[in-house]
T-cell receptor, first 114, second 113 residues
Framework: AQKVTQAQTEISVVEKEDVTLDCVYE???????LFWYKQPPSGELVFLIR??????QNEISGRYSWNFQKSTSSFNFTITASQVVDSAVYFC???????????FGPGTRLSVLP | ETGVTQSPTHLIKTRGQQVTLRCSSQ?????VSWYQQALGQGPQFIFQ???????GRGNFPPRFSGLQFPNYSSELNVNALELDDSALYLC????????????FGSGTRLTVV
């Protein structure tokens, strides 16, 4: 069975602080894909990143960075110099190669205060 | 390139009634999936449609059913509504499997009273 855990239910930071959102997953598949999505109040899930299980390189995109560690089954997401517009619920998700659906974590609600 | 559009955005139904939610997939995407997101939780997979056939289903009862049309748009039907069906219903389109990720719509907020 597959499972995604996001232990942080809610996080509040002050603007310009760095913040890391944790994601731990469980799977028996050898090839799988991990995703992060952002859900603003409008409800739409916005794609942030896709990573396959064979690519353990960290990735940086502007203020966003991701740390994938297969040894600890973690795929953490860091926002540097957070902004109020980063306030949203963030979901980590998992699917096996060729999978039909995502298994989502419960989400982390991030509030960035001015 | 248009994204995924869902209608209606909100609706209120009475327990026992039936509801139909609609989704137009992103241009070029041939697969539509539906997810239920209860308040404060992550989305849960309901089912997926590919080439107008159900191609996978999550742990939802048969009163949740769907259709996909030749233009890849889709409907989600829920019969005999229960209070616990109150949720945000998200439609997601993709080109084939979930491996390449989804484009999500903004959802339909269903309230059952």
């Amino acid at each position: 069975a597959q499972k995604v855990t996001q232990a942080q239910t809610e996080i509040s930071v002050v603007e310009k602080e760095d913040v890391t959102l944790d994601c731990v997953y469980e799977t028996r598949d050898t090839t799988y894909y991990l995703f992060w999505y952002k859900q603003p109040p409008s409800g739409e899930l916005v794609f942030l990143i896709r990573r396959n299980s064979f690519d353990e390189q960290n990735e940086i995109s502007g203020r966003y960075s991701w740390n994938f560690q297969k040894s600890t089954s973690s795929f953490n997401f860091t926002i540097t110099a957070s902004q109020v517009v980063d306030s949203a619920v963030y979901f980590c998700a998992l699917t096996p190669s060729g999978g039909q659906n995502f298994v989502f974590g419960p989400g982390t609600r991030l509030s960035v205060l001015p | 390139e248009t994204g995924v559009t869902q209608s209606p955005t909100h609706l209120i139904k009475t327990r026992g009634q039936q509801v139909t939610l609609r989704c137009s997939s992103q241009s070029g995407h041939n697969t539509v999936s539906w997810y239920q997101q209860a308040l404060g939780q992550g989305p849960q997979f309901i089912f997926q449609y590919y080439r107008e056939e159900e191609n996978g289903r999550g742990n939802f009862p048969p009163r949740f059913s769907g259709l996909q049309f030749p233009n890849y748009s889709s409907e989600l039907n829920v019969n005999a509504l229960e209070l616990d069906d109150s949720a945000l219903y998200l439609c997601a389109s993709s080109l084939g499997t979930a491996t390449y990720g989804y484009t999500f719509g903004s959802g339909t907020r269903l309230t059952v009273v």
